[in-house]
């Protein structure tokens, strides 16, 4: 029924497509299916629901909101500064790449007063940072093949900027938004062009036939050039006018990005389901080492005593009976401190039948507690 | 009705009669009925005696100071910038039902958590649309509201183990991931004031955080259900979920799910932002990697029993229910199938509660555990899509083990013979050699 639908969406009206959704499919899930309200294949390969009879899957919708919407005129026109202001991102056509200049010389100074100490030494990585090098770029892009799954006891990939990244605007734009990483959006243009250069140093690039050696000055029209070695290293094809198509053609195949798909001839098995290769497999070693440890223990937390403000402690708890009689330091007090202060204690914090609700309601610890009985009795602050 | 109804009753007397029998028998409900009596019943407990905490306190409630161990939390081997760039998974072996509460959703940034100023708040939207504009946080709330219920899932969830398992923990193998009820406007219904321009093919969302994190989103899920939220479970986003507002891809990498979102500019072309370029794409055998790749796959866990909440406690013959979580990014959980023996033969499991689209859905099965027993649990979900999770040889056959990302293999807990449960996985030693 829905490769039916999608046939017939191709020449069907958007409204007569909806239609059909909602005949074809009816009953509970009548709203769902794989064609989008364009009528073509939804993006990502999965389902959609579009909105029938008011709903949308199981969700009801106020259809209000579709008719009227293009008539609500919220927020105003930013004015051409806070574009500017906010419009910063740099795209691979130098879409937003400032002018100016570093040289590799100018990076690696920088680098050493600002980045070293999470990058590492030439930016070998460390402490959980990521490496910005791990040597030519150009080599190590060969090195993407080396899968560990043909061989568990092989080096595997080696994905770092020069070896893996497709584009060089990314570099400088995330330098510009991003780094240092404590202080970010602190560079000036013509130093993040002197960190690029940096990096592209350490990683042992060339531009337009020219070796990017430590004299190197990285301008905007030089950054531009920068082919990177795995350009072509990703799937699906993003770029261009029909970039949607294509996703959606490459998601139309569960093989493409490892998923199985019972309507694309995956098999649902129920019974002697495994190959006899499979065996159980446990943790070797593992990750360990969290943070706060594991527990599902139900006791009471560690608790540590925190000191109270004594005064307001009585004005929010006791005031309203103790202001009238047993008042703090009043002679009336006599009586009961000749009992010695143990039983005071013992009798406020327990309560008492006369009427004193243990702690006084309170959930002080008992040393928090005595400190306002001391109070209390003395009509001092200790 | 009344019939049914004294059924019932009738049931219940002979079920009660069946069981006072078994009881004069001398079987395990006699030991049950030992004569010791249990303190927690006969002494008034202190909370009894006392009075409470007065409506006053705890203006705005915290949980049972008892549930103190139920936490996020961390491992510094996923952690960079002094867990700046990190990520605090979810303890998904105490979730109940289909919603994560706020405290305890899984929390990951590039920069560190941003504390928005909402006075300050702005949204931007421009690029490849008729007219630009700029929203305050009022202006954008004053938009017609939609609530949904979604899960939001780390595309790295369980991405550390495409070698072998490594976590002897649900917390930390498949706790990359929530699910909420988020409240927001459909990206489509501010634009159908704004106009999209025909050429528009890529919306960039940025945030405003430390990260300046930004995405490239194809206009095709713009305009079907993309959100701009900012209610979470019935209050404000939390500061770890973008306060004030975020973008949500219902079923999509929660890295595209953008926080303290910033701007939206709409383009023919897309950006290459950091985050779809160095990471979040996934390496195949043949040296080429998945860019873009947007959706969650089917997907699912045992929740109960797991590494962190064993059986050790069971006794023989007791009935105990297997409790799961399955969800799919791609649409509807339809089924759930269940193995007792890593995935040899399967049952299918009932699913149980609300089944919403792109959301955690529940699914149960009853067991009679055996004392002494051992069993491999393992689950396999599949959605309205057609999908259906694979065995690790088959995924890692065509993805190779290079991928880190969107790994969605059947999972496999392993209850020992004393009820001890571990995280294994079943899988041909060495992986299958690919072609």
Same mark, same amino acid.
């Given at each position: 029924m829905l490769k039916l639908n999608r046939k017939l969406l191709?020449?069907?009206?958007?409204?007569?497509?909806?239609?059909?959704?909602?005949?074809?499919?009816?009953?509970?899930?009548?709203?769902?299916?794989?064609?989008?309200?364009?009528?073509?294949?939804?993006?990502?390969?999965?389902?959609?629901?579009?909105?029938v009879n008011d709903k949308t899957g199981p969700y009801y919708v106020n259809p209000q909101v579709a008719a009227d919407a293009?008539?609500?005129?919220?927020?105003?026109?930013?004015?051409?500064?806070?574009?500017?202001?906010?419009?910063?991102?740099?795209?691979?056509?130098?879409?937003?790449?400032?002018?100016?200049?570093?040289?590799?010389?100018?990076?690696?100074?920088?680098?050493?007063?600002?980045?070293?100490?999470?990058?590492?030494?030439?930016?070998?990585?460390?402490?959980?940072?990521?490496?910005?090098?791990?040597?030519?770029?150009?080599?190590?892009?060969?090195?993407?093949?080396?899968?560990?799954?043909?061989?568990?006891?092989?080096?595997?990939?080696?994905?770092?900027?020069?070896?893996?990244?497709?584009?060089?605007?990314?570099?400088?734009w995330y330098i510009k938004d991003g780094m240092p990483h404590p202080f970010s959006k602190s560079l000036s243009a013509d130093e993040v062009y002197a960190l690029t250069a940096y990096v592209l140093?350490?990683?042992?690039?060339?531009?337009?036939?020219?070796?990017?050696?430590?004299?190197?000055?990285?301008?905007?029209e030089k950054l531009l050039k920068v082919k990177m070695p795995n350009v072509d290293g990703f799937e699906p094809n993003i770029d261009g006018p029909n970039a949607l198509d294509r996703v959606r053609a490459y998601y139309a195949n569960a093989t493409n990005f490892g998923a199985q798909?019972?309507?694309?001839?995956?098999?649902?098995?129920?019974?002697?389901?495994?190959?006899?290769?499979?065996?159980?497999?446990?943790?070797?070693?593992?990750?360990?080492?969290?943070l706060p440890p594991m527990s599902d223990v139900r006791d009471l937390p560690a608790t540590q005593e925190v000191k109270i403000d004594v005064k307001e402690a009585y004005k929010n708890t006791c005031a309203m009976c103790h202001d009238s009689y047993l008042a703090p330091g009043s002679a009336e007090w006599k009586p009961f401190l000749a009992?010695?202060?143990?039983?005071?204690?013992?009798?406020?914090?327990?309560?008492?039948?006369?009427?004193?609700?243990?702690?006084?309601?309170?959930?002080?610890?008992?040393?928090?507690?005595?400190?306002?009985?001391d109070y209390i009795t003395s009509g001092k602050v200790k | 009705m009344n019939n049914q109804k004294d059924?019932?009753?009738?049931?219940?007397?002979?079920?009660?009669?069946?069981?006072?029998?078994?009881?004069?028998?001398?079987?395990?409900?006699?030991?049950?009925?030992?004569?010791?009596?249990?303190?927690?019943?006969?002494?008034?407990?202190?909370?009894?005696?006392?009075?409470?905490?007065?409506?006053?306190?705890?203006?705005?409630?915290?949980?049972?100071?008892?549930?103190h161990n139920v936490l996020r939390r961390n491992t510094k081997l996923l952690a960079s910038g002094n867990f700046r760039a990190s990520i605090a998974v979810a303890p998904i072996q105490e979730s109940m039902g289909i919603i994560t509460p706020n405290g305890l959703f899984f929390s990951r940034s590039h920069g560190g958590v941003a504390h928005v100023d909402p006075k300050e708040y702005r949204l931007m939207i421009h690029g490849l649309v008729e007219k630009p504009i700029v929203l305050t946080l009022e202006q954008l709330k004053r938009y017609p509201s939609v609530t949904r219920t979604h899960f939001i899932e780390c595309p790295a969830n369980g991405g550390q183990e495409w070698r072998g398992p490594q976590f002897n923990s649900i917390q930390f193998a498949k706790g990359f991931m929530s699910c909420a009820e988020w409240t927001g406007v459909y990206l489509k219904t501010i634009l159908e004031d704004l106009g999209l321009k025909p050429e528009a093919q890529w919306m960039l969302a940025e945030g405003s955080d430390n990260s300046e994190m930004g995405r490239s989103i194809p206009v095709e899920k713009? /305009?079907? =259900?993309?959100? %701009? +939220?900012?209610?979470?479970?019935?209050?404000?986003?939390?500061?770890?979920?973008?306060?004030? $507002?975020?973008i949500l891809l219902p079923g999509w990498e929660g890295n595209l799910c953008v926080k303290w979102l910033k701007r939206l500019e709409f383009s023919a072309e897309p950006w290459y932002a950091k985050e779809e370029t160095s990471k979040y794409t996934a390496l195949k055998p043949s040296?080429?990697?998945?860019?873009?790749?947007?959706?969650?796959?089917?997907?699912?866990?045992?929740?109960?029993?797991?590494?962190?909440?064993?059986?050790?406690? /069971?006794? =023989?013959?007791? %009935? +105990?229910?297997?409790?799961?979580?399955?969800?799919?990014?791609?649409?509807?959980?339809?089924? $759930?199938?269940?193995?007792?023996?890593?995935?040899?033969?399967?049952?299918?499991?009932?699913?149980?509660?609300?089944?919403?689209?792109?959301?955690?859905?529940?699914?149960?099965?009853?067991?009679?555990?055996?004392?002494?027993?051992?069993?491999?649990?393992?689950?396999?979900?599949?959605?309205?899509?057609?999908?259906?999770?694979?065995?690790?040889?088959?995924?890692?056959?065509?993805?190779?083990?290079?991928?880190?990302?969107?790994?969605?293999?059947?999972?496999?807990?392993?209850?020992?013979?004393?009820?001890?449960?571990?995280?294994?996985?079943?899988?041909t030693p060495g992986g299958i050699k690919n072609a």
């Open positions: 191709a020449t069907a009206s958007v409204a007569a497509a909806i239609a059909l959704l909602a005949v074809g499919c009816g009953g509970e899930t009548g709203t769902a299916g794989s064609t989008q309200i364009n009528g073509k294949a939804t993006i990502d390969g999965g389902t959609t629901y579009p909105v293009s008539k609500i005129n919220n927020g105003r026109v930013p004015t051409a500064n806070e574009l500017a202001a906010w419009d910063k991102d740099i795209m691979p056509d130098g879409t937003g790449l400032p002018e100016g200049s570093g040289s590799v010389e100018e990076g690696e100074e920088i680098y050493d007063a600002k980045c070293v100490m999470c990058h590492g030494d030439f930016g070998s990585g460390g402490g959980g940072y990521p490496a910005l090098s791990k040597g030519n770029a150009y080599d190590l892009q060969k090195t993407l093949t080396n899968n560990r799954v043909n061989d568990p006891d092989a080096d595997g990939p080696t994905r770092v900027f020069g070896s893996y990244w497709p584009q060089v605007s990314t570099l400088y140093n350490i990683n042992e690039f060339e531009i337009d036939g020219v070796e990017v050696d430590d004299e190197y000055v990285l301008d905007r798909n019972l309507k694309q001839g995956a098999e649902r098995c129920m019974s002697n389901c495994q190959e006899a290769s499979v065996k159980v497999i446990h943790i070797n070693g593992g990750i360990r080492g969290f009992e010695g202060m143990d039983v005071v204690y013992k009798k406020a914090i327990h309560g008492t039948e006369g009427g004193m609700p243990a702690k006084g309601g309170t959930d002080l610890s008992d040393s928090n507690f005595k400190t306002v009985v | 059924l019932n009753r009738r049931d219940f007397f002979r079920k009660t009669a069946a069981m006072s029998v078994t009881a004069i028998a001398g079987t395990s409900l006699v030991s049950s009925n030992a004569k010791a009596d249990d303190p927690a019943i006969m002494h008034h407990p202190a909370w009894g005696q006392k009075w409470g905490d007065p409506v006053t306190k705890n203006r705005y409630g915290v949980p049972s100071k008892y549930e713009v /305009l079907d =259900d993309a959100m %701009i +939220v900012w209610g979470q479970n019935g209050e404000a986003l939390r500061p770890e979920q973008g306060y004030p $507002v975020r040296g080429k990697a998945v860019q873009h790749f947007y959706a969650n796959e089917v997907n699912s866990t045992v929740t109960s029993p797991s590494p962190e909440i064993d059986w050790k406690d /069971l006794k =023989d013959g007791d %009935i +105990v229910e297997i409790e799961g979580l399955a969800w799919s990014g791609m649409g509807t959980i339809t089924a $759930v199938d269940f193995s007792l023996d890593g995935g040899k033969n399967y049952v299918e499991a009932k699913l149980k509660g609300l089944v919403l689209p792109k959301s955690w859905t529940r699914w149960s099965y009853l067991h009679t555990y055996k004392k002494g027993d051992t069993l491999l649990l393992t689950s396999r979900a599949i959605d309205d899509a057609g999908y259906i999770q694979p065995t690790i040889d088959q995924e890692t056959t065509i993805m190779g083990v290079e991928s880190v990302y969107h790994r969605n293999a059947v999972e496999t807990w392993e209850v020992t013979a004393t009820g001890e449960v571990n995280h294994v996985q079943m899988r």
